[in-house]
């Protein structure tokens, strides 16, 4: 910000309070292409917008320069801290700030900008704040997470699962063996029941490990897939298991090519989904108003995994349900983390192994009302 001077070019220069008129800083302001705010230190309320602004923001200036940040951003991520900083700061006026954030907007998707915040030079008791939309670099960042956070878990699991498989084998041996002795005692089947269940649980854990392990099987790339195969074949297994009160809606681009896939995994990763989906739905599906849609589309240019692809198949999974808990909304993907007391937590997880397997990423928001998951598979990279 520091050292920016402007020459006023029009009879408009004169927009907003006086003072700020008197810097001549407005109409290079209103010139910039990025959104521009200035706001008045005292009790942020915005006295300029420029053109930019009123686009990104669908409000006219006339409306915005009536309103304080808080009217506008309700996001306790929006840079409000160090906006408050700046303005409380006295002893280095010319400071500036740079941050990601995701503000916000009642009635609005949440804007993913990169602000640069600072005091005008020439006009003190003024902040200066632009805005540059920032949904590509989040969405690498938070894509980069995803994939180092599934390695550490896939680590994880693989040492953690083989660990239990060892001695679980020997536990249900032993107590096999000590079920063949128990024959020659008088309360051997009272006796028994103990070992059964010691084999029964034994042999519980070892299904849970196997699951744990499924995931690192390689996927058989060997034939193109039709997507809309996958999807049909887990609408007629999830319509089976809740044949009344669910509403399952199809929006398929029939245009949309094969891809080389393994076409079970594929049908496993959709198929966990759209059953965790349609468990959180069962309140709705009482009443018959649960729904879950299918969509495919085609996306060009999206990057996957730091590739850049020309053309890959955007899926999108919704349901109208709850939603998913916030405590668990930033952990879905984690092994073992569920949000029914009887869910295994094995399932989002498996799918996106599978998913990543195919070179994928999948991806999930939700708010009550309505949950959409979606699945990125590259088509030409």
Not at 200 to 205: A, G, I, T
Not at 311 to 335: C, H, S, V, W
């Amino acid at each position: 910000m520091r050292g920016r001077s402007v020459t006023p070019v029009g009879a408009d220069a004169a927009v907003g309070p006086s003072v700020l008129a008197e810097t001549g800083l407005l109409p290079g302001l209103e010139a910039l292409p990025s959104v521009v705010l200035v706001l008045d230190r005292r009790d942020l309320r915005i006295a300029f917008a420029n053109l930019a602004a009123e686009a990104m923001l669908e409000l006219s200036r006339r409306q915005l320069v009536q309103m304080t940040w808080d009217d506008l951003f309700t996001s306790e991520h929006a840079p409000l801290a160090s906006i408050a900083a700046i303005s409380a700061n006295t002893q280095d006026y010319f400071q500036t700030t740079h941050l990601d954030a995701v503000m916000a907007r009642p009635g609005h998707e949440p804007l993913r900008v990169q602000a640069i915040i600072g005091v005008l030079e020439s006009a003190p008791e003024y902040l200066l704040m632009e805005l540059f939309e920032n949904e590509q670099k989040l969405r690498n960042d938070r894509e980069e997470r995803l994939l180092d956070l599934s390695a550490a878990n896939k680590q994880l699991i693989r040492n953690l699962a083989h660990e239990i498989k060892n001695p679980l084998g020997g536990i249900r041996g032993a107590a096999q063996l000590l079920e063949f002795e128990l024959d020659e005692l008088p309360n051997a089947r009272e006796l028994k029941e103990y070992t059964q269940v010691v084999i029964k649980e034994s042999d519980r854990l070892q299904t849970l490990v196997d699951r744990l392990l499924e995931p690192h099987r390689h996927p058989h790339i060997v034939r193109d897939v039709n997507i809309h195969e996958v999807f049909e074949r887990v609408r007629a297994v999830i319509l089976a298991e809740f044949p009344r009160g669910l509403t399952i809606q199809r929006d398929f681009d029939v245009s949309v090519p094969d891809l080389r896939g393994d076409k079970e995994q594929l049908i496993q990763a959709v198929l966990n989904i759209v059953r965790n989906a349609a468990e959180a739905l069962r309140g709705q599906i009482a009443e018959g108003t649960a729904m879950i849609e299918f969509r495919t589309r085609i996306a060009r240019r999206v990057t996957i995994a730091k590739r850049q692809c020309k053309l890959a198949l955007d899926l999108r999974i919704t349901d109208n349900g709850p939603g998913i808990p916030e405590d668990i909304r930033d952990r879905i993907f984690y092994p073992l983390v569920s949000g029914r007391e009887d869910g295994s937590g094995l399932g989002l997880t498996l799918a996106q192994n599978f998913v990543q397997q195919h070179d994928g990423l999948i991806e999930c928001e939700s708010r009550p009302g309505k949950t959409e998951f979606q699945i990125t598979l590259p088509l030409h990279c």
